[in-house]
């Protein structure tokens, strides 16, 4: 069974600070990794989508993937209120094969 | 250039009723996901189709569920006999045809079913 773990929080971060939000991954044929954001009673949103070893910087927001680690990470700078919502990560288990396992996401509250 | 569309937002079933939920993928997009997310669990992913194909069911219950994308129209995702364990937001999702490395999936507002 092809697994994301992530921890579910919830994770409580002062407005201003940095937001590190953590994912592993069981699947070593894994090609392809992103970022969802989802508000309470809405659809997940994609943040970040990452493919190689290494950092991609959008905005406040920071991807980190360590392919040999099987780790993904999310960095959200400079936290804000509005950035308070369950963070998804995603991979796909299969290369090519378009369906995306999800963790079960972790809940990330901003404190003003 | 609208998004994913799906309706009903909401639906409310009887136990044995049928469920029907639409999906209207984005412009251009010819690949339609869709995941059901239960109460406080992740989303789950439940089939792929592109038009008049499903490529993968792998996560769809054998019984009483099933899945169409037809060459015109929406795709349908379709619950028979519903039970109160179907309750869950189904979200559908959309990418443009697949080059390579996978696409991003974009989704929907979901349908958020309850099941009485």
């Known amino acids: 069974q092809k697994e994301v773990e992530q921890n579910s929080g919830p994770l409580s971060v002062p407005e201003g600070a940095i937001a590190s939000l953590n994912c592993t991954y069981s699947?070593?044929?894994?090609?392809?990794f992103f970022w969802y954001r989802q508000y309470s009673g809405k659809s997940p949103e994609l943040i970040m989508s990452?493919?190689?070893?290494g950092d991609k910087e959008d905005g406040r927001f920071t991807a980190q993937l360590n392919k040999a680690s099987q780790y993904v990470s999310l960095l959200i700078r400079d936290s804000q209120p509005s950035d308070s919502a369950t963070y998804l990560c995603?991979?796909?288990?299969?290369?090519?094969?378009?369906?995306?396992?999800f963790g079960t996401g972790t809940r990330l509250t901003i404190i003003p | 250039n609208a998004g994913v569309m799906q309706n009903p937002r909401h639906l409310v079933r009887r136990r044995g009723q049928e469920a029907r939920l639409r999906c209207s993928p984005m412009?251009?997009?010819?690949?339609v996901y869709w995941y059901r997310q239960l109460p406080e669990e992740g989303l789950k992913f439940m089939v792929y189709?592109?038009?008049?194909?499903?490529?993968?069911e792998s996560g769809m219950p054998k019984e009483r569920f099933s899945a169409e994308f037809p060459k015109e129209g929406p795709s349908i995702l379709r619950i028979q006999q519903v039970v109160r364990g179907d309750s869950a937001a189904y979200f559908c999702?959309?990418?443009?045809?697949?080059?390579?490395?996978?696409?991003?999936?974009?989704f929907g507002p979901g349908t958020r079913l309850l099941v009485l």
């Open positions: 999702a959309s990418s443009p045809p697949v080059q390579g490395i996978q696409e991003t999936q974009y």
């Open positions: 699947d070593r044929g894994s090609q392809s």
């Open positions: 990452i493919y190689s070893n």
């Open positions: 995603a991979f796909d288990p299969d290369f090519g094969n378009e369906k995306l396992t």
């Open positions: 412009k251009g997009h010819s690949h």
């Open positions: 189709l592109q038009k008049e194909n499903i490529i993968d």
